[in-house]
């Protein structure tokens, strides 16, 4: 005798809030070339071991620096340089070179600045809707709120 075997599927509602910040967030240019130019970034750097190397010593050197002078200093950091100046081909390092002045343009730092902001807002309510026992009365509650902070973010700035 055959039994009919019965699957449940429940769909992340975190996962779901977060799909449709991207989607919405992508609506707008500058926030789109900033995933964009995320995706883009950790593929230069991610294809190579010798890359990501580069950058954690780099990172690791510079926060010491930091932390002994007291002071914080901003720029860009070495692997992309010598992807520059070392790349395979022409085609790699004029990507990289474009890409550099992309992460430092004003647009690039506003929109990546917002998102955090956004991501930030909406941060408990994507926690909460990963719990296993899910509270629909305080998910809900903090839809609400997700949804007042980010209208007085956009009415007020």
């Known amino acids: 005798m055959l039994q009919k075997l019965k ?25 789109g ?5 995320l995706t883009i970034l950790i593929n230069i750097v991610g294809a190579s071991c010798k890359r990501r190397g580069m950058l954690r010593e780099q990172q690791v050197a510079h926060i010491s620096e930091v932390l002994a002078n007291g002071e914080l200093i901003s720029g860009h ?6 992807i520059v100046e ?11 070179s474009n890409l550099l002045v992309l992460l430092q343009s004003f647009d690039f730092i506003f929109s990546m600045h917002l998102m955090k902001v956004i991501f930030g807002i909406t941060n408990e309510l ?17 839809v609400k709120l997700a949804k007042h902070r980010i209208q007085t973010l956009r009415d007020e700035g």
């Not at 449940?8 to 919405?24: P, S």
């Not at 070339?33 to 130019?37: A, D, G, K, R, S």
């Not at 950091?77 to 010598?82: E, H, Q, R, S, V």
């Open 33 to 37: 070339n900033l995933f964009n130019m």
């Open 126 to 142: 994507s926690f909460a809707l990963q719990r296993k026992e899910q509270d629909i009365v305080n998910a809900m509650q903090l």
């Open 86 to 96: 070392d790349g395979l081909n022409s085609e790699q390092r004029g990507a990289t």
């Open 7 to 31: 699957v449940y599927y429940i769909h992340c509602f975190a996962h779901q809030l977060q799909l449709t910040l991207v989607v919405i967030a992508k609506n707008d240019i500058h926030v």
């Open 77 to 82: 950091g070495c692997a992309l340089d010598f």
